[in-house]
């Protein structure tokens, strides 16, 4: 396991202009830190968005076997400290997840509710309590010609979600094992196999796609 901490001093911890920053979110960024994850998945942070939340922290992350990246994604922590009546809650997680598949893999008809399934899955066998899911399940065929006619055509799933994590007495989520959460499903939609599982290694016995390809670019 490959800690987090030390990659997420490049950015602020909140949206520009808010000012002092909550406790609960303090707390919370620092848990994202200090996360101890999977070896193969590489994380840093990255600008977050300034206008869904009063506060907000974002990270970028990629899968990356043999120098290949197999997938990547994007996560962002929101926090609205007077509550968010669509969240039900006071924090949420906005996630993009996407990676490329084998074309006979991706032609799959239940393809987009096994990977949905992939992220309910990968929070539950966690043990994390979570509402007001949300999201949707892309995939889209490319062709290549002319100078990039020698490529095999290619699809690309795209996972697009939100959820609401469960907070503590504190008011603070378990902002850790939600990241590592989407790291299992990061890893899923990549096709490495679980990890062992342990405190932070719960999903063993999902299933993977095998033969997975990362992302090609021109």
Do not use: K, N
Not at 7 to 33: I, N
Not at 59 to 66: F, H, Q, R, S
Not at 94 to 113: I, Y
């Amino acid at each position: 396991m490959a800690a987090a901490q030390g990659q997420f001093s490049d950015h602020p911890a909140h949206s520009e202009g808010t000012g002092g920053v909550p406790s609960a979110f303090a707390t919370a960024v620092e848990a994202l830190r200090s996360a101890r994850l999977r070896p193969e998945v590489e994380v840093e942070p990255t600008r977050p968005p300034q206008r869904l939340a009063p506060y907000a922290y974002a990270l970028e992350a990629a899968v990356v076997e043999d120098e290949e990246d197999l997938a990547d994604g994007r996560l962002v922590l929101l926090h609205e400290p007077a509550g968010h009546d669509a969240w039900q809650g006071t924090f949420r997680l906005v996630t993009l997840v996407r990676a490329e598949l084998e074309p006979e893999m991706a032609a799959d008809p239940l393809l987009p509710e096994v990977c949905w399934s992939w992220l309910t899955g990968a929070l539950e066998a966690r043990g994390l309590s979570y509402g007001e899911a949300s999201g949707t399940v892309t995939r889209a065929g490319s062709h290549y010609f002319g100078g990039l006619a020698e490529r095999r055509p290619a699809t690309q799933i795209e996972i697009r979600a939100s959820w609401t994590p469960r907070e503590d007495r504190r008011g603070v989520p378990d902002a850790a094992a939600h990241l590592a959460a989407w790291c299992d499903l990061l890893c899923q939609v990549a096709g490495l196999p679980p990890t062992s599982p342990g405190p932070l290694d719960a999903g063993a016995g999902v299933v993977s796609l095998p033969q997975r390809r990362g992302p090609q670019h021109p």
